[in-house]
């Protein structure tokens, strides 16, 4: 079947740090892969997504490569900022079109 | 263009009752789908509707319906509502086909109480 493994939070960063967020997923077929932010009190907005094995897709700085060989998609920013304070979703989508979720990890940014 | 609308924000509901709430997609897209947020089991599948028609479903009892217009809007309907029933309810449109991009409404926090 298909789901996602993702990194257990909260994790607090200072302002500048190193961001890394793993994913690991198992999946039926070829899926392609998603990483959605969801800011409080708001639905969920694409960040980035990769569509087939090496693609790298990247956004306001977020970074994450789909590894078909240890089935992962870990997102990656180089620095930080308290404005990324967010809860963070890895995702993954077979042909069906419906996605599956990792289970979250809420990232607090301090100045 | 507008985004995806999901109307009302906020609803509270006693058990037992019934419950509807609305999605309107991106003008364009035809499908909708919908999930269910909870600080327990995280976001989960329900149902997607593309052209009228439910195309796929998720692992949820028969109480949990749904069903779209010709217009692309959707409902969907919880019935003999349960305290396990609070979460949040998302609606996603996107164009149509595998792989196209889901677009997010800002939910509908329901609560039962």
């Known amino acids: 079947g298909n789901s996602v493994t993702q990194m257990e939070g909260p994790v607090t960063l200072s302002e500048e740090a190193f961001l890394t967020i793993n994913c690991t997923y198992t999946?039926?077929?070829?899926?392609?892969l998603f990483w959605y932010v969801q800011y409080p009190g708001e639905g969920l907005q694409l960040l980035l997504k990769a569509t087939k094995a090496d693609d790298k897709g990247s956004n306001k700085g977020f970074e994450a490569t789909y590894r078909k060989e240890t089935t992962s998609f870990h997102l990656e920013k180089g620095s930080v900022q308290v404005s990324d304070s967010a809860v963070y979703f890895c995702?993954?989508?077979?042909?069906?079109?419906?996605?599956?979720f990792g289970t979250g990890t809420r990232l607090t940014v301090i100045p | 263009k507008a985004g995806v609308t999901q109307t009302p924000r906020y609803l509270i509901k006693t058990r037992g009752q019934q419950v509807t709430l609305s999605c309107s997609p991106i003008?364009?897209?035809?499908?909708v789908s919908w999930y269910q947020q909870t600080p327990g089991q995280g976001l989960q599948f329900l149902f997607e509707?593309?052209?009228?028609?439910?195309?796929n479903k998720g692992n949820f009892p028969g109480r949990f319906s749904g069903r779209q217009f010709s217009n692309s809007r959707s409902e969907m309907n919880v019935s003999t509502l349960e305290l396990g029933d609070s979460a949040l309810y998302l609606c996603a449109s996107s164009e149509m086909g595998p792989n196209t991009e889901a677009f997010f409404g800002q939910g509908t926090r329901l609560t039962v109480v």
């Open positions: 995702a993954l989508q077979t042909g069906a079109n419906n996605l599956f």
């Open positions: 999946a039926t077929g070829y899926p392609s």
């Open positions: 509707y593309f052209s009228e028609t439910q195309r």
């Open positions: 003008s364009g897209h035809r499908s």
